[in-house]
């Protein structure tokens, strides 16, 4: 029995997609069981990565030519480097910084996945639509409680988003021979 590449490629292609929504779905029931949890991880892994850009804008200041880039490259290292302190320091004030980004993160990632779903190369409409309406009422919600949800937020909403975009991918990889995620 001769398998011909097409065939492969298709096992392949199926074969990511629903590692990937399992991966998703696990990460998004972890995120959601514990989400004070998930929420600080968040908060202190992204001062940490501002910490280490405000690093490397040093170290990229220390090659620049020009006064004006070296100052340039100091200014966008301490702002990196305060930045990621204060979110080390104050988690909590960091957390509702990082709600507020994820509230509009929600709300064009919702808008987008709607008007996508419009689009004719996309399969399973209905459920990009849900999904869609789903991460904007997120996106809402969370801006009108503002701060009251901010140590949860992060953790519930992305779990919730982690696990439908999962699904979704799980489904489209049983649906369909030619689909478009």
Do not use: C
Not at 28 to 44: K, M, N, Q
Not at 112 to 132: A, D, E, P, Q
């Amino acid at each position: 029995m001769k398998i011909n590449q097409n065939n492969k490629n298709q096992f392949y292609k199926r074969s990511t997609l629903i590692i990937a929504g399992i991966l998703l779905n696990t990460l998004g029931t972890i995120s959601i069981i514990a989400p004070y949890t998930s929420t600080l991880a968040t908060v202190i892994t992204f001062g940490i990565i501002l910490i280490l850009s405000g690093f490397t804008y040093l170290i990229e200041a220390l090659w620049q030519d020009t006064t004006k880039q070296i100052i340039f490259n100091i200014v966008l290292s301490i702002i990196n480097i305060l930045g990621g302190a204060a979110f080390l320091i104050q988690p909590r004030v960091g957390a509702i910084s990082l709600t507020i980004i994820l509230a509009s993160y929600f709300i064009a990632a919702g808008l987008f996945k709607i008007y996508m779903s419009f689009s004719k190369t996309v399969k399973h409409k209905f459920l990009l639509i849900i999904n869609g309406l789903l991460n904007l009422a997120a996106g809402i919600y969370i801006a009108v409680y503002l701060p009251v949800l901010s140590y949860f937020a992060i953790g519930i909403l992305l779990g919730i988003e982690l696990i439908f975009s999962g699904s979704y991918l799980i489904f489209s990889a049983f649906s369909s021979n030619n689909h478009t995620v």
